[in-house]
T-cell receptor, first 111, second 118 residues
Framework: GENVEQHPSTLSVQEGDSAVIKCTYS??????FPWYKQELGKRPQLIID?????GEKKDQRIAVTLNKTAKHFSLHITETQPEDSAVYFC??????????FGTGTRLTIIP | GAVVSQHPSRVICKSGTSVKIECRSL??????MFWYRQFPKQSLMLMAT?????????EQGVEKDKFLINHASLTLSTLTVTSAHPEDSSFYIC??????????????FGPGTRLLVL
């Protein structure tokens, strides 16, 4: 069955520093790895995703890296700002259609 | 593009009643929609996959007779929680799979419906 581990569960970072969240998955057939940001009481928002044909993707302060051999992928946020505070979920596709979500990381940016 | 709406945003009902939640893709057609449930401080748990014109596929442990899903058109899926009980109180979120120009398929989420069963 599908399984994804997400670490850490909580993360506090000084404003301006970088934050890294890592996920490990189990299905070697997975080829799509999105990251979602969810603010309290709101919908998850797709912030970046990566397909298995590349190892890294960057969008301004946000980047995702993928290591298919080790079956893990990471979210990197640089120059963090207070508005980055939220819960972040990794996900990956299972069975080529469904998404399985990680357990979430509560990120707090300390001003 | 890729806007998904959900209605209602919040509902309070009495135990034993049924509640219908609508999920609409506003600016694209979605052959596949997904229904999730999220309890406080937890992750999203997939309940079922809804395909237009066919029966929904439910995840293990989700009662199909309790959570009725209808996907009658390419822009609308509904979830009906039948005979709701307090333990059904949760945040229900739908998502729709979209293939936008130049972008491979991905899922976009509705704003969620917070259900409270008294």
């Amino acid at each position: 069955g599908e399984n994804v581990e997400q670490h850490p569960s909580t993360l506090s970072v000084q404003e301006g520093d970088s934050a890294v969240i890592k996920c490990t998955y189990s299905d070697s057939a997975s080829n799509y790895f999105p990251w979602y940001k969810q603010e309290l009481g709101k919908r998850p928002q797709l912030i970046i995703d990566i397909r298995s044909n590349v190892g890294e993707k960057k969008d301004q302060r946000i980047a995702v890296t993928l290591n298919k051999t080790a079956k893990h992928f990471s979210l990197h946020i640089t120059e963090t700002q207070p508005e980055d505070s939220a819960v972040y979920f990794c996900a990956y596709n299972f069975g080529n259609e469904k998404l399985t979500f990680g357990t979430g990381t509560r990120l707090t940016i300390i001003p | 593009g890729a806007v998904v709406s959900q209605h209602p945003s919040r509902v309070i009902c009495k135990s034993g009643t049924s509640v219908k939640i609508e999920c609409r893709s506003l600016d694209f057609q979605a052959t596949t929609m997904f229904w999730y449930r999220q309890f406080p401080k937890q992750s999203l748990m997939l309940m079922a996959t809804s395909n237009e014109g066919s029966k929904a596929t439910y995840e293990q442990g989700v009662e199909k007779d309790k959570f009725l899903i209808n996907h009658a058109s390419l822009t609308l899926s509904t979830l009906t929680v039948t005979s709701a009980h307090p333990e059904d109180s949760s945040f229900y979120i739908c998502s729709a799979r979209a293939r936008l120009a130049g972008v491979q398929e991905t899922q976009y989420f509705g704003p969620g419906t917070r259900l409270l069963v008294l």
